[in-house]
């Protein structure tokens, strides 16, 4: 289920706290005859709710500082990248060598070999403008990128005029960045599961037809609106109160 932002899951359990609030303040003449409305119910699926955001966000703090790590040790391979077929080029390394090394490069860079872009059409149910950007048919996943990079760097080693004076594209201390590429994917993936589960269930408490809040919130509001009336202060109170489904 795609989610709405997380400042919009937390706004929606708020504002559900304040509707049980609300209908706590009615005392006895809030009874309805369905128990998931009632009131210990609605205080059980609070708490449900509260607790569910907050396993998302604990779970959130280690993959942004993990993504982040990966990101810092990612930024700077396109120019490194630059750099070593430059470095490659400036051999007397055949021209089929530099050809394939080029081919990778391009592949880890994003680039075509070509000029040509392929037409896109924007989909409108997205937010961005697809038509503004082209199709990449380069393979810029992170496990493409490392698995491309070991290529080059197979590549080179087994290139004998590739021997550079410059320490940050010789062999071994790409060998290096190539561990450190790898390190910092797998700490990614090894918290992506804890977050996505975190979300599922948070989704799940919220969203979930029937039982979840936002279902619930609607059904309390019909069962205040026929207590109390279409024009009453107390149905006015809550009536008022917004909810977003993610979608």
């Given at each position: 289920?795609?989610?709405?932002?997380?400042?919009?899951?937390?706004?929606?359990?708020?504002?559900?706290?304040?509707?049980?609030?609300?209908?706590?303040?009615?005392?006895?003449?809030?009874?309805?005859?369905?128990?998931?409305?009632?009131?210990?119910?609605?205080?059980?699926?609070l708490?449900?709710?509260?607790?569910?955001?907050?396993?998302?966000?604990?779970?959130?703090?280690?993959?942004?500082?993990?993504?982040?790590?990966?990101e810092?040790?990612?930024?700077?391979?396109?120019?490194?990248?630059?750099?070593?077929?430059?470095?490659?080029?400036?051999?007397?390394?055949?021209?089929?060598?530099?050809?394939?090394?080029?081919?990778?490069?391009?592949?880890?860079?994003?680039?075509?070999?070509?000029?040509?872009?392929?037409?896109?059409?924007?989909?409108?149910?997205?937010?961005?403008?697809e038509?503004?950007?082209?199709?990449?048919?380069?393979?810029?996943?992170?496990?493409?990128?490392?698995?491309?990079?070991?290529?080059?760097?197979?590549?080179?080693?087994?290139?004998?005029?590739?021997?550079?004076?410059?320490?940050?594209?010789?062999?071994?201390?790409?060998?290096?960045?190539?561990?450190?590429?790898?390190?910092?994917?797998?700490?990614?993936?090894?918290?992506?599961?804890?977050?996505s589960?975190?979300?599922?269930?948070?989704?799940?408490?919220?969203?979930l037809?029937?039982?979840?809040?936002?279902?619930?919130?609607?059904?309390?509001?019909?069962?205040?609106?026929?207590?109390?009336?279409?024009?009453?202060?107390?149905?006015?109170?809550?009536?008022?109160?917004?909810?977003?489904?993610?979608?």
């Amino acid at each position: 289920m795609a989610s709405t932002s997380e400042t919009g899951h937390a706004k929606n359990v708020a504002n559900f706290e304040d509707m049980v609030g609300f209908v706590t303040g009615y005392g006895v003449t809030y009874n309805p005859s369905k128990v998931a409305i009632k009131l210990p119910a609605l205080n059980t699926l609070l708490t449900s709710a509260k607790n569910s955001l907050t396993a998302v966000n604990t779970a959130l703090s280690p993959f942004n500082n993990a993504t982040n790590a990966r990101e810092i040790v990612f930024k700077p391979l396109s120019k490194l990248v630059t750099r070593i077929i430059s470095a490659l080029d400036a051999t007397d390394a055949t021209a089929q060598v530099v050809k394939d090394a080029k081919t990778i490069a391009r592949k880890l860079q994003g680039r075509r070999a070509s000029d040509k872009i392929p037409t896109v059409v924007d989909d409108p149910n997205t937010p961005a403008n697809e038509a503004q950007k082209s199709i990449s048919a380069s393979q810029m996943s992170f496990d493409s990128r490392i698995e491309n990079f070991s290529k080059l760097i197979t590549l080179l080693t087994n290139e004998p005029l590739y021997i550079p004076n410059e320490t940050d594209v010789k062999v071994a201390t790409l060998n290096t960045l190539l561990a450190s590429l790898k390190s910092t994917n797998t700490a990614v993936v090894n918290v992506t599961a804890p977050i996505s589960n975190a979300r599922i269930n948070r989704n799940k408490i919220l969203y979930l037809a029937l039982t979840g809040l936002y279902d619930i919130q609607a059904e309390v509001k019909k069962y205040t609106k026929s207590v109390f009336g279409a024009t009453s202060p107390e149905y006015k109170q809550i009536s008022g109160i917004k909810f977003t489904k993610a979608r």
